[in-house]
């Protein structure tokens, strides 16, 4: 797969210094992860591959627009996409990807495939719950929307302003903490 093969970068040949690659990432380089929950991708993956003479030191940075479904209306709706993440490479004597922000290669390895880096850093920039903007300032008119309103437990208002009265007995419990 052609896709794949523009994110594997031969070390060898690289002169020791910084080095920037670019990459456009969309739906098709998420469909080699089988990940489906974007409705579009439309990312700018940019990598600084600083070449040292025994280690390397990688700086991605992922910036762009995804298009997913609300978890609450399932309304689709552009997310930004803004991250960071640093990885440095160190040569020893075999693979080891224990720590999250060191990778170890075998001393014979010629390049690094950095795609599985660019697909967990876009992964773990979303939000865990993905809300419409248009729920939290109120602009957004859906019918799920309205039936959830509609379903949503009546007398929750009322709870909120008993749990104002506090018993006087915990009062007196919290001057013995402040007291001391």
């Not at 075999?94 to 660019?118: K, M, R």
């Amino acid at each position: 797969m052609k896709l794949l093969k523009d994110f594997i970068i031969p070390f060898v040949g690289l002169k020791e210094g910084k080095h920037e690659f670019t990459y456009q990432i969309e739906n098709t380089f998420f469909e080699h992860f089988e990940y489906d929950d974007f409705n579009n991708v439309a990312l700018k993956g940019t990598l600084v591959f600083d070449k040292k003479s025994t280690f390397f030191e990688l700086f991605f940075h992922v910036e762009g627009i995804v298009n997913v479904n609300c978890d609450l209306t399932t309304e689709p709706f552009d997310l930004t996409i803004n991250d960071d993440f640093k990885l440095l490479v160190k040569f020893g004597y075999e693979y080891n990807d224990d720590n999250e922000e060191i990778l170890i290669i075998p001393q014979g390895d010629y390049e690094i495939n950095v795609a599985q880096y660019f697909y967990e850093l876009v992964i773990l920039a979303l939000p865990a719950k993905r809300i419409h903007p248009g729920i939290e300032d109120g602009t957004l008119q859906s019918d799920m929307l309205d039936k959830l309103q509609e379903l949503s437990p009546k007398g929750l208002e009322e709870k909120e302003e008993t749990s104002e009265e506090i018993d006087p007995r915990w009062n007196t419990l919290k001057r013995l903490l402040t007291d001391k």
